[in-house]
């Protein structure tokens, strides 16, 4: 498919460029964008007038976001998710860069499997990139190769989903990735401590009861390897309560190279829910959904820039991993295809605030990864293929009304209305996702040769 349109009235938000502009003219032709321009009059193309009312918010077109955590399932667990289905759902989402993160089965800890899963990468529909696993089967015993590993392709090192090596052994980590100029991803959460308050249940990952101490303590022992270290990125994932911020806040002043991401889910959701979800597993997510005060928090953090990403944490598990005993379902929830909208509608970030979270989405994300780690830089660029997406904040949509492209449909948010619909993605100046609410004129499908 290919696109030849004028976008008349839309706003440009391009946080690198430090560009936010208000009724402009947009040109896409075959995928590039040929201009940006307050008023753009060509015989070459038609018109496809975007304008809104006065005082209602435009369709928005901005670079491509950029998802720091993303599970893929690829290898050992294609009934939830594959590399293909996972790409077309970040591709709904406006994400035409995901990382992919190494708790797959096997996990990603050898610069071969890391080979494999960049092959597998190849053909996806956006720019998939693969963590490597920081220790070997991610059992915090003993660190990957991770010059080898780096070499491979390895975009950063976590053993997210599990938080088993010891501080020491962190340390050494993040001096290693350091080296290769990588970021340490870490998942705080104290397993011990969470261990210990579950006695009952054998798999740490599927314990329910995590309370806010398992990550504060998780957090205060990551920045200790960090001074340890006296090197290296520290990455803190998926943060879910307030004591975690203050920890972080400290550590900023102090200069520490540490930098922050939230979900989607933990900037909207909190316990106890109004309405249970059916199952009620459906809202079970490691770390846990906590309070509306560490809700707030979360969004407090995110405006101010304390938090520098939102990352989805997408993750999904087939429809029988989450019926049961509350404790032995598994913990996660998918978020690409909602993320925009839930960070609108329910997590804060709209009205005044869209311009900050489209920040948060790509700016952000680059900037804690880094050059060397293979991200393409978030930019519109005139002229030459590019990726980014166009997204109307006002178009309100029911989760689940289409189906959902991952293969997993383990969210709470089913049925739920929400506000923002990414309406064309486009990856590297190729159509990844088209909306059927856009109606493009100009639009040409190429006959396959
Ligand atoms: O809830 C979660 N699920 N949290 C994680 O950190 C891992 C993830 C998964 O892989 O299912």
């Not at 960070?343 to 050059?371: D, H, I, K, Q, S």
């Not at 989760?399 to 486009?426: F, Q």
Request: charged residues 25%.
């Amino acid at each position: 498919m290919t696109v030849n349109v004028v976008l008349r009235g839309i706003r440009v938000i391009d946080p690198l460029a430090g560009r936010d502009q208000v009724d402009m003219d947009v040109w896409l032709r075959s995928g590039r964008i040929e201009a940006i321009e307050r008023r753009i009059r060509t015989d070459q193309a038609p018109t496809l007038d975007l304008a809104r009312a006065p005082g209602l918010p435009e369709v928005v077109l901005c670079p491509g976001f950029i998802d720091l955590h993303t599970h893929l399932r690829e290898p050992g667990g294609e009934a939830a998710e594959t590399v293909q289905s996972g790409a077309e759902a970040a591709a709904v989402g406006g994400f035409t860069q995901v990382v992919a993160m190494a708790n797959t089965r096997p996990a990603i800890d050898t610069p071969e499997r890391l080979a494999d899963s960049r092959r597998r990468a190849r053909l996806a529909p956006v720019r998939v990139l693969s963590a490597a696993a920081l220790t070997l089967g991610l059992r915090g015993r003993d660190m990957v190769d991770t010059a080898a590993c780096a070499a491979a392709g390895a975009a950063a090192f976590t053993d997210d989903g599990r938080n088993a090596a010891p501080t020491r052994l962190l340390a050494e980590a993040l001096r290693a990735a350091a080296e290769v100029d990588r970021v340490v991803l870490v998942h705080p959460e104290d397993e011990a401590m969470v261990t210990a308050a579950n006695p009952d249940v054998p798999s740490v990952m599927r314990c329910p009861h995590r309370p806010p101490d398992c990550e504060v303590v998780a957090v205060e022992q990551a920045l200790r390897a960090l001074t340890q270290a006296g090197r290296g990125r520290l990455h803190l994932q998926h943060l879910s309560c307030a004591g975690s911020l203050e920890l972080l806040r400290t550590a900023r002043e102090l200069d520490f190279p540490v930098t922050a991401e939230v979900t989607p889910h933990h900037l909207s959701m909190w316990l106890p829910f109004e309405r249970e979800p059916d199952p009620p597993s459906l809202r079970k997510v490691n770390p846990p959904l906590r309070t509306e005060q560490d809700r707030r928090a979360l969004v407090e953090g995110l405006r101010e820039g304390l938090i520098d990403a939102v990352a989805t944490d997408h993750a999904p598990h087939p429809a029988e991993d989450k019926v049961g005993d509350y404790a032995d379902t598994a913990p996660g929830m998918i978020g690409l295809e909602t993320a925009l909208a839930t960070c609108l509608t329910l997590g804060g970030m709209g009205g005044e605030w869209l311009p900050t979270l489209v920040e948060r989405l790509t700016a952000g994300p680059w900037r804690v990864l880094g050059a060397a780690a293979g991200l393409r830089e978030p930019r519109l660029r005139l002229g030459q293929p590019c990726s980014f997406v166009l997204f109307d904040p006002e178009e309100e949509w029911e989760v689940g009304a289409e189906p959902l492209r991952s293969r997993s449909g383990n969210t709470p948010l089913l049925g739920v209305r929400l506000r923002g619909r990414v309406l064309l993605t486009v990856h590297e100046g190729t159509i990844a996702h088209l909306s059927p609410a856009l109606e493009l004129p100009g639009l040409t499908a190429i006959p396959s040769a």
